[in-house]
DNA sequence: GCTAGTTTTTACATCGATGTACATCGGCTG
DNA sequence: CAGCCGATGTACATCGATGTAAAAACTAGC
């Protein structure tokens, strides 16, 4: 049998269409003895609300896209978790999208999937540049993460100059001095990674160490493959570094192996440490020490900020036009990050 | 200024709201000039359709939800990977959804979120019964991943049994005979888990080695923490296995951490096979031996059966009340798995 | 019993896009 | 040049739910 609409679960219980509607949405004023048949009738007929006419009348989905890179890099999937966990509290609902790392991608999901069918989007951008987030007309509020690509969006990220600027000073606090940063590219650019390099750069600096441009390692992707592949290169190549600064955990578990492979001690000969504190690095040989961010306060602010922007474009009621308000001014937010401290710079004694 | 809709296209263009409707959406009959003329209108203006009309009038929105336990296990994130792929080429958006293996979440994925605004859901199951599966009126088509749970729906899986037979025939070629099932368990049940129970149970036995329940060590999640656990504990309390069959790859690695330390060396000691063949055991210290399913014919065929499900069920161009068909006969298809052997069985010399 | 005030319920328009059915146009045939 | 045809374009109804405004039902007070 075809789903019932709202107009058969009217006939059914004997009133309006307008009535059952207020029941559904709980309006006040309907008596006790309305609001049971209505009931009733719903449960018989198994009625559910359309969705569809809803967001129509609305023009509010309850829905908002999270974009990242890649989910099966461990810690967008850690990030979705909670960002999932935060958004179910205030009874919205999360799509997760995967930009994989494409410009052409990203681009879509800032317009709203070429359809505004989501109230906002957390983006993680990789690819994007200052300019795309320029011109956004017509597209739904928007919260990055990471570091600030543009001033006039709203962001949310961790320090990742001043964490990268600790991690590094806690290599070179254990006697350490050269040391390659796997993943650093040149710092002069706006994203996360250029970010961690300048910190890098700057704890060399101010430990009075010449910085070699060939101690940062590129890599295409932040992956275990790429880390391991960059490691073992370098090494083939007559580098012999006493620490590795990583620019995540995927890089640092690659490079581990790397090591392994080619017979490096560590934390011995070589020290490792990452950014992220993934899972896997708490269970690796021998373990990663680590920048841990706050991840649940990451998504915390990011579902406020992100919420606190849709009510302003729409309305609490809903019913506006979706578009990119630019009254109140963007938020810059930072969240908590610690170092944590594991066998992969503290060696085994510690556990 | 306001979203345009496709009454201010019309106006702009000068033509009737219907033209636009058509060269949005290509139709063969609009003059060369018509459509142009409109496109430069649609660009000058910004206009974007809006989904949630085409959706009320459609009666589709070409989104599929996938619903998995856990996003930070590693296979649901490479599983979410390929079916996002294969989904976007069949221009579908995939929602993704986080049942935290919650029975109360994986039925109101079932029920379709509350509303039918997915066309239909591919759901991983973990807590569900057979029950819940039963009696689904009005709610959207539903293609299962894992192990059957029930006559009547439509599933894809890899032959879990026979994998786990032929991993711990794998074990048992090596000489092993002291075998654990870390995350084994009762195998009656009619879930994942379950199945490759009894493919070890039957392998012990094709053998003629005599089977101790107490060869099953249970766990609360299919998580690295578990399998750290479960293996630690199993040592303590004195088993003194020579190879653990790890019922996925995340237990697995758990236990090579568990492994590394109590002092036992792997391969040599005990050997050690896992299911999913995630990335993260391709990089492991030993590297992890793994029963591989072939994902991306998992998620292409769960994507293919779920689209002639719901073209099945609401027409080729939608308009149908998305409700359950009974018509087509349930299928159980199997797609392909083979056994991928690393350092945890073979030890260093393969490599 | 009637009026004023309040609560409950209803009819109707509306959100935006698109299918249906029909009107119009230009060109071609005989 | 009438008549016909296919190709284009349009008016209108429709999808389902809900806001608005007003009618209907009820209550209380005199």
Known sequence: MARPRIKDVARHAGVSEKTVSNVINDYAHVSDRTRRVVREAIDQLGYRVNLAGRHLRRGRTGIIALVVPELDIPYFAELARHVIREAEQR?????????????????????????????GIILSPLALTADDLRDRVGAPPTVLLGELLEEGADHVAID????AREATGHLIGLGRRAILAVGGRDDSGLGTAEARTRGFRAALSEAGIAYDPAALLPVDSFRMPDGAEAVARALREGARPD???CLNDQLALGALRALHEHGVRVPEDV?????DDVEGGRFSVPTLSTVAPDKAAVAKVAVQLLQDRIEEATGPEGRGDGAVSVSLSPQDRIVAHRLVLRESTEGRERR
């Open 271 to 275: 020290a490792v440490i990452g950014f």
């Open 160 to 163: 990742n100059e001043g964490a």
């Open 243 to 245: 620490a590795l600064l």
């Open 91 to 119: 009874s919205l609902t999360v799509l997760i999208h995967q930009s994989g790392a494409d410009r052409a991608h990203e681009l879509a999901a800032l317009a709203g999937f070429g359809s505004a069918f989501v109230d």
